[in-house]
């Protein structure tokens, strides 16, 4: 088992910045592809980035491709998402997700998963 903690989320203003964190314990989590996702309200849970074991390659929903960035430290089992310039769209739930296959947008082929952050931005 692997259990994942997501935190970071809050409120800001368009334009600004926030770093979300994912805290990962269990099983040998540097092993684990890891991804993001978000899901806003009415709407399906969708990719928002994905890294590999290694920290490469690393993958992007157009969206918050040059504006969000992913990185994981394995040493530490966390995996963070900086995310820049951001918009009222990005407005959502964030949640962390964990597979021991390859870093993909499907949100299937994800086996664990957070409890989700929220993050609001206002216009």
């Known amino acids: 088992q692997v259990q994942l903690v997501e935190s970071g989320g809050g409120l800001v203003q368009v334009g600004g910045s926030l770093r979300l964190s994912c805290g990962a314990s269990?099983?040998?989590?540097?092993?684990?592809?890891m991804g993001w996702f978000r899901q806003a309200p009415g709407k399906e849970r969708e990719f928002v980035a994905a890294v590999s074991w290694r920290g490469i390659p690393t993958y992007y929903a157009d969206s918050v491709k040059d504006r969000f960035t992913i990185s994981r430290d394995n040493a530490k089992n966390t995996v963070h998402l900086q995310m820049n310039s951001l918009k009222p769209e990005d407005t959502a739930v964030y949640y962390c997700?964990?597979?021991?296959?390859?870093?993909?947008?499907?949100?299937?082929?994800?086996?664990?998963w957070g409890q989700g952050t929220q993050v609001t931005v206002s216009s």
């Open positions: 269990g099983r040998t989590v540097s092993m684990y592809s």
């Open positions: 997700a964990a597979t021991l296959g390859i870093a993909t947008m499907k949100v299937s082929n994800y086996n664990y």
